[in-house]
């Protein structure tokens, strides 16, 4: 059980244009996703928290404008990069918790976006 | 300041046991997570610790001792799949997950 897809799983793009990047938790109801980018040989950096129905929770240093997240139902969010610049690309992940107190993040396989 | 610390890599030889070390220093505690991670894949999840002690997993154990801020995460009969980097995570008073930089973990045959 608890699994999590995400879509694409790789994406290349003209710099200037806009890439979304789609999560969902296929079995389970995600009260909250995570959104997470990892450089080469770096650990996990968290961009966001969202829960379903109320706007997302950016880490410091996170351009809300730049990086959109819509967690519109219990089993989707989506990252939205708009006008994206070769230093966007990186591996971003999403992760999905299924109940408020329950501590364990399940993670979808990645999205490796790159620009050009 | 939130940190994580573990080393960056270590090389073990197959069939051996290695240990892999965290130490944590956070605002809060609500448990102690080890992941796995292959190169270009997103983490697995290994185990959770929120109280002291040994959790045992198969040939995978994680340890936790809370005065003491740290954990390890023991393999056995180590195979070559088992080379990955290794991620230590804490979730602190917020339930946000803080995550080390990961130990490389390297399988000699």
């Known amino acids: 059980g608890a699994v999590v897809s995400q879509h694409p799983s790789r994406v290349i793009c003209k710099s200037g244009t806009s890439v979304k990047i789609e999560c969902r938790s296929l079995?389970?109801?995600?009260?909250?996703m995570f959104w997470y980018r990892q450089f080469p040989k770096k650990s996990l950096m968290l961009m966001a928290t969202?829960?379903?129905?109320?706007?997302?929770?950016?880490e410091q240093g996170v351009e809300k404008d730049k990086f959109l997240i819509n967690h519109a139902s219990l089993t989707l969010s989506t990252l939205t990069v708009t006008s994206a610049h070769p230093e966007d690309s990186s591996f971003y992940i999403c992760?999905?918790?299924?109940?408020?107190?329950?501590?364990?993040?399940?993670f979808g396989p990645g999205t490796r976006l790159t620009v050009l | 300041g939130q940190n994580i610390d573990q080393p960056t890599e270590m090389t073990a030889t197959e069939g051996a046991i290695v240990q892999i070390n965290c130490t944590y220093q956070t605002s809060g505690f609500n448990g102690l997570f080890w992941y796995q991670q292959h190169a270009g894949e997103a983490p697995t999840f290994l185990s959770y610790n929120v109280l002291d002690g040994l959790e045992e997993k198969g040939r995978f154990s994680s340890f936790l001792s809370r005065s003491k801020g740290y954990s390890y995460l023991l393999l056995k009969e180590l195979q070559m799949k088992d080379s990955a980097s290794y991620l230590c995570?804490?979730?602190?008073?917020?339930?946000?997950?803080?995550w080390g930089a990961g130990t490389k973990l390297i399988i000699k045959p």
């Open positions: 079995d389970f109801q995600a009260t909250t």
């Open positions: 969202s829960n379903e129905g109320s706007k997302a929770t950016y």
């Open positions: 995570a804490v979730m602190d008073s917020n339930y946000q997950l803080i």
């Open positions: 992760s999905a918790k299924e109940l408020a107190d329950y501590n364990e993040q399940f």
